[in-house]
């Protein structure tokens, strides 16, 4: 079984102008292609057979979330490999509630034309009973991508602690008055969970779904934390908007893996002491359920190119995820082992409701 990870990125402002421009995109195509990427874009069409992907349909991307966040941009990269490589039409959709997002990708035609890029919140909100879509029965798992690398927590700019501890003894200090933007239920939701649990702390939480919701209301002061994307934070503190205390990982990463040197600002909670304080999200692009298994099998092999590809590679590591491939069969181990986990999670905060 081949997987793919941390492999070379590109380092400095490029990327995040590249991720920038991506964003801005409201469909598919790159405004950064080269010459090159259309010469690559021809020859990717003659070669397209047997890549199980529709090459005569607009496959629609379905974001379940809004434009801006880790996830939009990252579906974004996907989208311009899959034109430039295979010669393939795509177009991405955004969708201000994940829960639709999800539903309207479980609700298409199996037929390979309509498919999103989802996280651990898929799973989370069904086994919170927030949301009806059964991820292992109503929708196919295709292929296990990049995980979310460096989650990062910010505060607003005027808050009276610059690093995590100062946070953890202020909260400690003030029960329940600190507001934590996150959303009902996901990924933050449980990672809030954790850290409250771990550290002995308690935090009002405050709905805040989406990143573009959280940066928003971090820089006008409305929420006291709220995770977002490694990123953005970094333009918003620089433009004076926020400022960053700490990034969240998996066990045993370090900031130092990302590919440009930040300031200390921006080590991990591990690396600052809280070595509990850690979790892993995984990406993964998903179809309706009853997809031909012969196709599925051949879309997880094409996003191999595709993730490997320079430009997609890099521009995944430039916003602050771990870029990655992983077969079919270790696709669905780890799916099924990060759902075991999230259950395990909601049953110790007393949020547990099926699966």
Request: aromatic fraction near 6%; hydrophobic fraction near 40%; proline fraction near 4%.
């Amino acid at each position: 079984m081949k997987k793919i990870t941390r492999r070379s990125m590109l380092k400095g402002s490029a990327v995040a102008a590249a991720a920038l421009a991506l964003s801005a995109c409201g469909g598919s195509s790159s405004s950064t292609a080269s010459s090159a990427s259309t010469a690559a874009s021809a020859a990717g069409t003659a070669a397209a057979d047997g890549i199980g992907f529709p090459q005569k349909e607009t496959i629609t991307l379905a974001v379940p979330g809004k434009a801006g966040g880790g996830s939009d941009l990252a579906i974004r990269y996907y989208s311009e490999g899959l034109n430039r490589i295979y010669g393939l039409k795509t177009t991405v959709t955004n969708y201000d509630s994940n829960t639709v997002g999800h539903q309207t990708v479980a609700n298409a035609k199996p037929d390979g034309t309509t498919l999103m890029v989802a996280t651990s919140a898929l799973n989370i909100q069904y086994i919170t009973g927030n949301a009806e879509v059964n991820p292992m029965t109503d929708l196919t798992l295709i292929a296990c991508l990049e995980d979310n690398g460096f989650s990062t927590l910010a505060v607003p700019k005027d808050a009276p602690y610059d690093d995590f501890n100062g946070f953890v003894e202020y909260a400690k200090a003030h029960p329940n008055e600190l507001n934590a933007g996150m959303p009902a239920a996901g990924a933050n939701t449980f990672l809030f969970g954790k850290l409250c649990s771990t550290l002995g702390i308690e935090l009002n939480k405050v709905e805040c779904a989406s990143e573009s919701d959280r940066l928003t209301n971090l820089a006008g002061g409305f929420i006291d934390i709220g995770v977002v994307g490694l990123g953005n934070a970094q333009e918003y503190e620089k433009a004076g908007k926020l400022k960053v205390i700490g990034t969240v990982a998996g066990d045993g990463i370090t900031i130092s893996e990302y590919p440009a040197e930040l300031p200390d600002n921006y080590k991990t909670l591990q690396e600052q002491g809280f070595q509990d304080c850690y979790m892993l999200v995984y990406h993964y692009l998903m179809g309706p359920a009853g997809m031909d298994e012969t196709m599925v099998k051949e879309m997880n092999a094409a996003m191999q190119a595709v993730v490997e590809d320079p430009t997609v590679n890099e521009g995944i590591a430039g916003i602050g995820h771990i870029p990655g491939w992983h077969d079919l069969e270790e696709s669905e181990e780890l799916h099924q082992k990060e759902y075991d986990e999230l259950v395990e999670i909601a049953k110790s905060l007393d949020m547990y409701v099926q699966g």
